[in-house]
C-alpha cells in the first residue's frame, strides 16, 4: 500500500533564511514522487516530480526537492524563504505499478516570518 | 479546456438533500481524480478514473457517494442524503497517463460544500 507522511503540520522560517518542509514515503517498489502547493482559496498548482536520475529535483519558485532513498524521503528546500511562500505544500506519490492512483500527505502549513 | 473547471464552485444544501458536483478535465486527460479536503486538512483520496478501467472507488467514505464519467471525460460526484460531515471542498484533477512519461496531475479550483 503506499502512503505519505509529512510529520510537520507547521513549519515557521524567518524570511530569508533556508527552508525545509518534510515528507517520507512507502511504496512497492520505486516512486513517483511530486510536491504541491496551496495558496489560501486557490488550488492546489504542482511545483516539481521525482521520476529517475538525478537526485535533486529543481521546480517552480526556486524550490527544489532533494530524494533519498534509503531513508524513503523526499524532502522539500528553498534556499531563501520569501514571505510569499506561505502556504499549505503537499507531498504526493505514485507507484510505478502502472495503477496510476496518486495519494497525497496531510500537508504543511509555511509561514515565513518578516 | 485550458484547465480542470469545476462546478458549482460554492454550494450550500439542507442536510438530507441529494447534491452532484461537476469535473470537466483537461481535454485529452485520461486519468480523473476525486479528492475531499476539509477545512485546513490533507487531501482525501475518494475515487479515481482511468480511461475504460474500473474505477478505483476505496476511498468513497460511505454507499451515499458515488461518481461516473461519461464518455471518459465529464465527471459528477454525487453525494446522497447528506450530511453536515459532508462539508468540504471537493477538489479534482486530471493528468495523461503516459507510458514513457509520467506527468503531474492538474487541479481545479475545486467546489465548497457546505450541509446546513
Known amino acids: 500500500a503506499q502512503s505519505v507522511a509529512q510529520p510537520e503540520d507547521q513549519v515557521n522560517v524567518a524570511e530569508g533564511n533556508p527552508l525545509t518542509v518534510k515528507c517520507t514515503y512507502s511504496?512497492?517498489?520505486?516512486?513517483?514522487l511530486f510536491w504541491y502547493v496551496q495558496y489560501p482559496n486557490r488550488g492546489l498548482q504542482f511545483l516539481l516530480k521525482y521520476i529517475t536520475g538525478d537526485n535533486l529535483v529543481k521546480g517552480s519558485y526556486g524550490f527544489e526537492a532533494e530524494f533519498n532513498k534509503s531513508q524513503t524521503s523526499f524532502h522539500l528546500k528553498k534556499p531563501s524563504a520569501l514571505v510569499s511562500d506561505s502556504a499549505l505544500y503537499f507531498c504526493a506519490v505514485r507507484d510505478q505499478t502502472g495503477a496510476n492512483n496518486l495519494f497525497f500527505g496531510t500537508g504543511t502549513r509555511l509561514t515565513v516570518i518578516p | 479546456g485550458a484547465g480542470v473547471s469545476q462546478s458549482p464552485s460554492n454550494k450550500v444544501t439542507e442536510k438530507g438533500k441529494d447534491v452532484e458536483l461537476r469535473c470537466d478535465p483537461i481535454s485529452g486527460h485520461t486519468a480523473l481524480y476525486w479528492y475531499r479536503q476539509s477545512l485546513g486538512q490533507g487531501l482525501e483520496f475518494l475515487i479515481y478514473?482511468?480511461?475504460?478501467?474500473?474505477?478505483?472507488k476505496s476511498g468513497l467514505p460511505s454507499d451515499r457517494f458515488s461518481a461516473e464519467r461519461t464518455g471518459g471525460s465529464v465527471s459528477t460526484l454525487t453525494i446522497q442524503r447528506t450530511q453536515q460531515e459532508d462539508s468540504a471542498v471537493y477538489l479534482c484533477?486530471?493528468?495523461?497517463?503516459?507510458?514513457?512519461?509520467?506527468?503531474?496531475?492538474?487541479f481545479g479550483q475545486g467546489t465548497r460544500l457546505t450541509v446546513v
Open positions: 484533477a486530471s493528468s495523461i497517463r503516459g507510458r514513457s512519461t509520467v506527468v503531474e496531475a492538474f
Open positions: 511504496v512497492s517498489g520505486n516512486p513517483y
Open positions: 478514473f482511468q480511461g475504460n478501467s474500473a474505477p478505483d
